[in-house]
């Protein structure tokens, strides 16, 4: 079966599609995404009303280009999958509502798809992954640890309880005038610079072991910019002391969490997993404690679109849709 997939959550517009018999496992034949980075780099974040906007004029050339990159037709394609939500609520809609006016043109059943279930099931497009498998979703708005127990059963472990890691990466570039987004810049930074050289405190949540915070990190690094010796400092010592911190942050309560779940496989995903630093100690980690650790490619860990239709290939599979009145949630639970 050829499903085509659709995700507007954010301020990126993308289109995929993937072939499969069985749930997960899949073969991507295309998977296209336009950008937006340039458009809201003059503003230091994601303006959402830019964003929808946006989505109107490129969505359908996106998803055309993936039809195309795929060598098929509409009329090819067995399946929708399109994220309903969480997200900005003016972006999914975009997406929602192409993908509603595609099925009812074509009389092909649609399924709405969670966004953290995409990411949460990414990997499987490239790896054969036994469940259940832990999970750490890092991005731009997300920051938490799943139990991936089976196709549509996922437990959530803990989550930030402010910024997510992403945001806080991005905040930081801010605060040290670096540009946007921020978590290459200051990945790019780190390489040539001295982890240890300034003190950042690691915070914890009491009584919550698999919960993260990060709003702590961003105040010290703040705090430090604003004081005589954050003057002097050189901007890729700090870059690297402000990575390492959250990179040490995100590894603990992982690490803990597949000690108790006894989990051999840990997977990272969402834009953060793009970090070389947490990829390699996270893979160090994990290795040390006799666990492997996946992470898909860059371009799977960032939003796509490959990743919804896998997600919603299985209830396809199955003969499942949805009816066409379902609605965008901006705050879809998992
Ligand atoms: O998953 P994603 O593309 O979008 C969502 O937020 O859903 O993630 C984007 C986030 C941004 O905050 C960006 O700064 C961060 O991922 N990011 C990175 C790196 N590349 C992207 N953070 C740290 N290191 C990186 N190399
Ligand atoms: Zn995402």
Known sequence: MLILGIESSCDDAAAAIIETTRPGVA?????TVANQDDIHRAYGGIVPELASRNHVVTLLPVIERALGAAGCALGDVGGIAVTRGPGLVGSLLVGLMCAKGLA???????VGVNHLEGHLLAPMLEHELAMPYLALVVSGGHTALFV???FGRYRRLGSTRDDAAGEAFDKVAKLMGLGYPGGKIIDDLSHNGNPRRVKIPRARVKGAPFDFSFSGVKTAV?????????????????AASFQEAVVEMLIRPTIAAARELNVDTIVLTGGVAANSRLRA?????????GRRLVAPSLKYCTDNAAM??????????????????IDASANLPL
């Open 308 to 325: 919804i239709a896998l997600a919603g290939s299985y209830r396809l599979l199955r003969g499942e849709s949805d009816p066409l009145t």
């Open 104 to 110: 009812q043109a074509t009389g092909l059943p649609i």
């Open 281 to 289: 100690r996270l893979a160090d980690a994990a290795g040390a404690d």
């Open 222 to 238: 703040a705090m430090f910019l604003a004081s005589e010796a954050g003057v002097a400092a050189s901007r890729e010592d700090l």
């Open 27 to 31: 073969a991507i034949r295309s998977s």
């Open 148 to 150: 991936v127990e089976d």
